[in-house]
């Protein structure tokens, strides 16, 4: 184990949902291909491997085809989630990462995402007829979302919520954050209480149904001050009285209320340097205001059940986690025998069961108590963050990641097509595990009414008859181009080498690349025809006749558009002169047009960099300029462009070119430009949506984990 290593975590539950599910066998795949001996690309083994479930395909030169992946949705995931327009795909509800959960009663769970979607704060909502969006009377504010939960009822459940703004003075303490605790009555969720520059960090409550939360101020911006408050099932009241530190923030905070004492633990920062542990704790009937030192307890704690918990943390990092038992406190290792540590308390739930998320060499684990064993790790889940508070145990995670525990074990409520399953076989060999998550790049159709294509980093993503299709690729992808359900391309690259690869039911390679393998290594690929394909790949252009790739143009290749081998559109770079042109293509040579397009600035990144179009007389370049042109086939003229810096480009209805940026995407409807901004997609961001729209009028758009569906007429 001691040679394993994880780059990235992804999704490794590997639930199978049902019958359909097909699994594709394992074919040979090396790396002395050549292009006239198509090699099956679709899956990662390199040992050869029998299995009676290939078939020969003549026409693609004979090698094992791999059959499709069909992954089945969950029983249970949401057939349409719509917020603010946008309706969220199976199988995920949303593809955002969860920060807390909390489950009032078998079947039911409440979930709050890590970032906020749209104008409000959003809550998951899944009860046994499915998922639902609900709104909290709570404002969005900020870039990020912490939060903890707690309840112990349908009638008495919470959320402490931090808003975090942008980080703006992280080492003076210049806090950016608004908290707020919403409380559910079984109804409705309300705000009961809320502060700006105060972070709640922990919620606690007793079995008369009073609950303790605990945050900190900063003052003068080094000094900290910490607060407790306590519901009486009526309003908040906050107790005083606490020690001050000199600090910038507080990283860890925990409340521990059992039938005599609440008490209060947790770790504060100065500078950089993680300091603690500060405690107090008061006996239950005592002033509010008697808060006390309590550096003598067992500090830390857990909600009160049929056992306790405690967790001491020293020098910032260092755990020491206790449970008391009928003859007091002792303490428990927080390593297991496979290499798992715990970074957390453990939940305990009203059978008695005590659970952990565990985190080690493998990744995370969802753990359990044994008194016999300690504790054992029950399942992986590298894409889990943490469990829910409440009666009922679930887990969550990253992108959407839901799971809840059963009486047969821990079932997948939400599956995602777009994270590839982890073969921890791989790791505990010793081997390395690179993992890559799966965010959507290119989008585009078979022309099929249903056949919509999404191209990921290590695989390819159909959609017909309401369902995805996974055909999983050994190596990475960049983009693709669709002629029907078995005819496609796309630019790929393996650990050897750069290709061309064709989809006919499996990933053939066809066409070896004069560049090294990289991730994305191709920029556009344009399939009108099946013997009349155009890629951009390693800076140069290519077109396929239905019998042989060969080169058009070498070097400096950024963009491609065509509609046909007689007419094809070129944005190409020039290095030593730091310019980039639009080329065109008539079918003998390549030649330089002058569009008019004009540079923001003399930058030397604010260059034309995308083509495209529908038609020879409907073509569009933009880049990084203050407008777009248009060809009409007679002359040049401009549009003002939506961004400053556009970072892609694509025309699927006529007249109506669709340009996005980081974080942000809209389409010209042949007067102003319509925003395309979904709920959670946050302008500026680091991620860039992609987009198709159909001849319907129905629109799709993918950043990071999401993908979303939307009416074009709808846009404003």
């Not at 990289?518 to 556009?524: I, K, S």
């Not at 042109?581 to 003399?602: C, F, M």
Request: aromatic share 12%; glycine share 10%; net charge negative.
């Amino acid at each position: 184990m001691g040679g394993s290593r994880f780059l990235l975590t992804a999704v490794a539950f590997g639930v199978a949902c049902g019958p359909g599910r097909v699994t594709p066998p394992q074919a040979p795949v090396s790396g002395d291909q050549t292009p006239r001996e198509p090699v099956d690309a679709s899956t990662p083994d390199t040992s050869p491997s029998a299995d009676a479930g290939t078939t020969a395909n003549p026409a693609d030169g004979g090698m094992p085809q791999a059959r499709l992946s069909v992954l089945c949705d969950s029983p249970d995931a949401p057939s349409g989630l719509t917020i603010d327009g946008f309706t969220w795909e199976n199988p995920l509800p949303w593809g955002f990462e969860i920060a807390a959960a909390w489950s009032p009663s078998a079947d039911e769970a409440w979930f709050i995402p890590a970032v906020p979607v749209g104008d409000a704060v959003r809550l998951l909502h899944r009860t046994p007829s499915g998922f639902e969006a609900v709104t909290a009377p709570l404002a969005t504010w900020g870039v990020a979302i912490h939060a903890v939960a707690w309840g112990i009822s349908v009638e008495n459940g919470w959320f402490a919520v931090q808003q975090l703004g942008p980080l703006r003075d992280f080492a003076h303490g210049d806090w950016d954050v608004h908290s707020a605790l919403l409380r559910y009555d079984g109804h409705e969720w309300t705000v009961a209480w809320s502060e700006a520059g105060a972070k709640v960090l922990a919620l606690a409550g007793s079995a008369d149904g009073h609950v303790w939360a605990a945050g900190a101020r900063l003052k003068d911006g080094y000094r900290l001050i910490p607060f407790v408050l306590r519901w009486d099932g009526q309003a908040w009241t906050e107790s005083t009285g606490f020690k001050q530190y000199e600090g910038t923030d507080v990283t860890r905070m925990y409340l521990w209320v059992d039938e005599s004492h609440v008490a209060l633990s947790g770790s504060y920062q100065w500078m950089y340097y993680e300091h603690g542990p500060f405690t107090g704790s008061f006996q239950l009937g005592a002033p509010t205001s008697s808060w006390t030192d309590a550096s003598q307890w067992q500090t830390a704690g857990t909600e009160p059940a049929n056992d306790l918990w405690s967790i001491r943390w020293e020098d910032g990092n260092v755990a020491h986690l206790s449970r008391r038992m009928s003859d007091g406190w002792s303490p428990v290792s927080l390593t297991t025998a496979n290499g798992q540590w715990m970074s957390d308390l453990p939940r305990v739930f009203a059978d008695g069961s005590s659970w952990i998320m565990s985190f080690g060499l493998l990744g995370p684990a969802i753990t359990r108590w044994d008194d016999a064993l300690g504790f054992v790790p029950e399942i992986s889940a590298v894409d889990m963050l943490g469990l829910s508070s409440g009666n009922d145990l679930w887990a969550f995670g990253i992108d959407g990641a839901i799971a809840r525990r059963t009486a047969t074990g821990f079932e997948r409520v939400t599956h995602n097509l777009l994270q590839p399953d982890l073969d921890l076989s791989r790791a505990a060999a010793g081997q390395d595990v690179v993992v890559r998550p799966f965010y959507v790049s290119d989008l585009t159709s078979d022309g099929s009414p249903d056949g919509l294509w999404a191209s990921t980093a290590n695989t390819v993503l159909r959609r017909a008859a309401g369902r995805w299709q996974r055909m999983d690729f050994a190596g990475w992808l960049g983009a693709i181009g669709a002629i029907s359900s078995d005819d496609a391309w796309a630019v790929g690259a393996q650990t050897t080498l750069t290709g061309l690869f064709h989809w006919n039911g499996t990933w053939m390679l066809r066409e070896i690349l004069p560049c090294a393998p990289g991730n994305a290594p191709g920029t556009g690929v344009v399939a009108t025809r099946s013997d009349d394909v155009w890629a951009v790949a390693c800076g140069d252009v290519w077109h396929y006749d239905g019998s042989a790739w060969r080169t058009m143009l070498a070097g400096g290749a950024m963009s491609i558009w065509a509609s046909s081998s007689q007419d094809a559109w070129v944005v190409r770079f020039y290095p030593s002169q730091e310019r980039s042109a639009l080329l065109h293509y008539d079918g003998a040579s390549w030649n330089e047009v002058e569009t008019g397009w004009k540079p923001r600035t003399g930058y030397y990144l604010d260059i034309l960099r995308y083509v495209a179009g529908t038609a020879p007389d409907d073509v569009w370049v933009a880049g990084g300029g203050d407008v777009m042109m248009h060809w009409d086939a007679t002359s040049w003229s401009s549009i003002r462009s939506p961004f400053s810096d556009v970072r892609s480009l694509r025309v699927f209805q006529r007249g109506r070119p669709v340009a996005t940026a980081y974080g942000m995407a809209a389409r010209w409807d042949g007067g102003t430009w319509q925003r395309i901004q979904p709920p959670g997609l946050q302008a500026g961001s680091a991620i860039l949506p992609t987009v198709y729209e159909s001849p319907s009028g129905l629109g799709w758009i993918a950043w990071g984990h999401n993908v979303a569906t939307y009416r074009v007429a709808q846009l404003r």
